[in-house]
């Protein structure tokens, strides 16, 4: 148990659907991630804020939006994906005090999303 | 761009073994960090270790330790006398002080017994 739990685990979507992932961490760190594993490619990083604010947006497409309510909790909102976006979604977290700066970060189980 | 490269995507070893895993990366910052990442079947991504690249001495933690050569840009991972439950995917990580942090295309490890 790392202190960041995704859910749900597995999700199947359609094209037209709107979904969305959640991320919660329990390691009063300020500063979360969203990744996107798929199977033939490195860990893409996709978001990252730091204390609620967006600080990274690398070029994800916007299909994808996330929300940070507060610093427990990250949101992926999904809407009209295609079949490529099918991958492992993993949330992680760091402590945010150095500017996340070379921090160590833990991840979640991450969500195993397919779209069909 | 920085750029994380392993060449190996897969190796085996075999129990009580030791093993090495390469990682080299593309970068002109001279302060950044590198990190290894196990990811185990059930899919829960961890730490395994870090090195800060100020630091000349190789980070060392249990039976892992690394070969950092700052001028080679290469970081290597050692497992020695390797357990069945260090089969995992691992993904050597840069981190240029927070701005941009990439991940290597993994190295899929299976520990044989």
């Known amino acids: 148990e790392t202190g960041v739990t995704q859910t749900p685990r597995h999700l199947v979507m359609g094209m037209t659907n709107k979904k969305s992932l959640k991320c919660e961490q329990h390691?009063?760190?300020?500063?979360m991630y969203w990744y996107k594993q798929s199977a033939k490619k490195p860990l893409e990083l996709m978001f990252v804020?730091?204390?609620?604010?967006?600080?990274e947006n690398n070029s994800v497409p916007s299909r994808f939006s996330p929300e940070c309510p507060n610093s427990s909790h990250l949101f992926l909102h999904l809407h009209t994906l295609q079949p490529e976006d099918s991958a492992l979604y993993l949330c992680a977290s760091s402590s945010g005090t150095s500017g996340r700066e070379g921090e160590t970060q833990y991840f979640g189980p991450g969500t195993r999303l397919l779209v069909l | 761009a920085q750029t994380v490269t392993q060449s190996q995507p897969e190796m085996s070893v075999q129990e009580a073994e030791t093993v090495t895993l390469s990682c080299t990366y593309d970068?002109?910052?001279?302060?950044?960090?590198l990190f290894w990442y196990k990811q185990p079947p059930s899919r829960q991504m961890i730490l395994v270790i870090r090195?800060?690249?100020?630091?000349?001495q190789n980070a060392t933690e249990n039976r892992f330790s690394v070969n950092f050569q700052k001028a080679a840009k290469s970081f290597s991972l050692k497992i020695s006398d390797s357990q069945l439950g260090d089969t995992a995917m691992y993904f050597c990580?840069?981190?240029?002080?927070?701005?941009?942090?990439?991940f290597g295309p993994g190295t899929r490890l299976s520990v044989l017994p």
């Open positions: 990580a840069y981190d240029n002080y927070g701005q941009n942090f990439v």
């Open positions: 390691l009063g760190h300020n500063a």
């Open positions: 970068t002109s910052e001279n302060n950044y960090y």
């Open positions: 804020y730091n204390f609620k604010e967006q600080t």
């Open positions: 090195q800060e690249a100020y630091k000349q």
